[in-house]
């Protein structure tokens, strides 16, 4: 079946701009997370998604980051104003449920803030 | 949060020969423990968990790792290396309790495989 996908896979802005980046998770999952790697880092969690609630914004980094999530589907993670020290590849994940379900991962949007 | 560390940034192995990559974690009540793979351009790959149980875990491509409280560690293994098997690694832990869905990941290590 259709795996998590991520859109777009390559995102290059100016400093100061809006990004928008895009999850699509597998149908049927309820739980949705967020995930940022730097350069030569583990991933860093963002934000976690039960259903379309977000019990847990605890990583978010600053108020410039958001994200929704319409249902049990699509969600979006918004940076307004991006930084330089935005880029990053930003990484979705999903799963049947929280806590020890197994997390299925997206490719990623690599993003390159100028 | 948990803290992971992974010893060795890099690690270079001979086809055929063994792949140990080492993690440990800080908690001191056991957490859920995760061994994911990343190929290039490719999202994060469960390899093999560890919730409850028994202690040595086996996970897919012949890898398995092994839980050992006392040491705080769950080092991943596969006895031999193959080509395919070049790729990122990432050691994963759960926070304990009521937030248990947040994973801490360690910074990875990249293995690669000589012919």
């Known amino acids: 079946g259709a795996g998590v996908s991520q859109s777009p896979s390559n995102k290059v802005t100016e400093k100061g701009k809006d990004v928008e980046l895009r999850c699509d998770p597998i149908?049927?999952?309820?739980?949705l997370y967020w995930y940022r790697q730097r350069l030569g880092q583990g991933l860093e969690f963002l934000i976690y998604?039960?259903?379309?609630?977000?019990?847990?914004k605890s990583g978010l980094p600053s108020d410039r980051f958001s994200a929704e999530r319409t249902g049990e589907s699509v969600s979006t993670l918004t940076i307004q104003r991006t930084q330089q020290e935005d880029s990053a590849v930003y990484l979705c994940?999903?799963?049947?449920?929280?806590?020890?379900?197994?997390?299925?991962f997206g490719p990623g949007t690599r993003l390159t803030v100028t | 949060a948990q803290s992971v560390t992974q010893l060795g940034s890099h690690v270079s192995v001979s086809e055929g020969a063994l792949v140990l990559l080492r993690c440990n974690y800080s908690s001191s009540v056991p957490p859920y423990l995760f061994w994911y793979v990343q190929y290039p351009n490719q999202g994060l790959q469960l390899l093999l968990k560890?919730?409850?149980?028994?202690?040595l875990v086996k996970g897919i491509n012949g890898f398995e790792a092994e839980f050992k409280k006392s040491e705080t560690s769950f080092h991943l293994t596969k006895p031999s290396a193959h080509m395919s098997d070049a790729a990122e690694y990432f050691c994963a832990v759960s926070d304990v309790g009521a937030n248990d869905y947040k994973l801490s990941f360690g910074a990875g290590t990249t293995v690669t495989v000589r012919a």
């Open positions: 998604f039960q259903g379309n609630s977000a019990p847990d």
């Open positions: 149908s049927g999952h309820t739980a």
């Open positions: 560890y919730t409850t149980g028994a202690t």
């Open positions: 994940a999903s799963s049947l449920g929280g806590r020890t379900y197994e997390q299925y």
